[in-house]
């Protein structure tokens, strides 16, 4: 899908590149009708841990963004690290199917995350977003703790142009899976922003998981 931005033409050597969801016994994402022109979707992830504590939920909280950095131009994220939640993952490229489906991580590979291929990627002006599970089948993933996070915490973007992009946090929501804010989520913001978002709410085995976790950000470093 257009993104209105040039591709990035270096050859792509991330390791698990456009990894499909079904290679890990995951689950495709439907793109809604918004989301498919913005070039995202809205996450539904359902690899929950029957009879676990849930993950963390988030409280909510937001505050108005100020100041900012220069956007970036397009470069392929490389990894992810959220120091106030010990996040340190690879970051794998998710593709959007001719369909309208997004890719997920691979079910069995709770330790990486992955970014929206056809959207921008984090700094450039526009909303990237990066997805992963909050558990799966033997634990907690990646995302389990992202409810924890509050305003003014950090996220880095590692990009292969050597650039790490950091992002400070404003607002951290909890979503219902059947009344999700496409526009406020994915809708432009005239400034380089990030959603990074996982499941959350609560369980069931067999509808999965009642919300999603999306934690809003917005540049205000480049190193």
Do not use: Q
């Not at 993104?3 to 290679?23: E, I, K, L, W, Y």
């Not at 593709?95 to 450039?124: H, I, Q, Y």
């Not at 709410?201 to 999306?214: C, L, R």
């Amino acid at each position: 899908m257009p993104h209105g931005t040039p591709a990035d033409t270096t050859p792509d050597t991330t390791p698990g590149r456009a990894a499909s969801a079904a290679a890990g016994g995951g689950t495709r994402l439907r793109v809604t009708a918004l989301a498919a022109t913005l070039g995202v979707a809205a996450l539904l992830i359902h690899n929950g841990i029957t009879g676990t504590p849930g993950p963390p939920t988030a409280d909510n909280s937001g505050t108005t963004p100020t100041g900012g950095s220069a956007p970036l131009t397009r470069s392929t994220p490389t990894w992810i690290r959220i120091p106030a939640i010990a996040v340190n993952a690879r970051l794998i490229g998710l593709d959007v199917s001719p369909t309208g489906e997004l890719d997920v991580p691979p079910a069995d590979r709770a330790d990486v995350a992955g970014w929206n291929t056809d959207a921008v990627t984090p700094g450039e002006t526009g909303t990237a977003v990066i997805a992963g599970h909050v558990d799966n089948k033997r634990g907690p993933a990646v995302f389990y703790d992202l409810g924890k996070l509050g305003t003014g915490r950090k996220i880095e973007i590692h990009r292969r142009d050597g650039h790490t992009a950091v992002f400070t946090i404003y607002a951290v929501r909890t979503h219902p899976r059947d009344n999700f804010p496409s526009t406020r989520v994915y809708g432009p913001t005239g400034r380089p922003e990030l959603r990074v978002i996982t499941c959350g709410g609560t369980y069931d085995e067999h509808t999965g998981y009642s919300a999603n976790t999306v934690v809003y950000a917005h540049l205000t470093a480049t190193r």
